[in-house]
């Protein structure tokens, strides 16, 4: 595997404050590109993001996590956060039926559109944290989600002002199995 792609993957942090520079349009549509590329179900593609750059708009939305939720002031800083949205009932269906296991795919199909926006921010040299610990019912309604999506995640972005030292990782022995579990 190319050694630039690992670094990636590998110096990607979850990062809760930033400087005060602004994220250029060509690095966020960049972002976007990758986030295009994300696998999905059945290519449901059933993800949907908000941009959020207003600064009231900011405040509100952090105004809907908890004051000891440590991303707090991470989004209400931020020089972007985007909101992960999802179409419910898309992935992981067909011909109106549920065909997985799960009642929505769209989890996944979001978990993974999330890498790839995290991964290719911090390639361009910016961070980000994936938050998910908020009234969500409070910020559907904040940013005008409408009915038949759901607001899943937020995802503050910016340029990190700090370079947190990596977790601990579980050894790959410890976590991959062969053949049985």
Request: some cysteine; aromatic content about 10%.
């Amino acid at each position: 595997m190319e050694q630039q792609f690992m670094n990636v993957i590998r110096e990607r942090r979850s990062i809760r404050r930033f400087t005060e520079q602004e994220v250029e349009p060509e690095k966020l549509a960049e972002i976007f590109a990758a986030a295009s590329w994300a696998p999905s179900w059945g290519n449901s593609q059933c993800w949907e993001i908000v941009v959020v750059q207003d600064v009231d708009m900011k405040v509100h939305l952090a105004e809907i996590l908890s004051p000891k939720n440590p991303v707090t002031r991470t989004v209400a800083n931020a020089p972007v956060v985007l909101a992960i949205c999802g179409q419910a009932r898309k992935a992981g269906w067909y011909s109106s039926k549920q065909v997985t296991r799960y009642e929505d795919w769209l989890m996944y199909a979001l978990g993974l559109l999330s890498q790839n926006i995290c991964l290719a921010a911090r390639s361009l040299g910016l961070g980000s944290v994936i938050v998910g610990a908020f009234d969500h019912g409070r910020a559907e309604e904040l940013l005008q989600i409408p009915e038949g999506f759901k607001l899943i995640s937020l995802i503050p972005l910016g340029y990190p002002d700090h370079a947190p030292s990596p977790p601990a990782r579980r050894p790959v022995a410890e976590f991959v199995h062969y053949d049985r579990f």
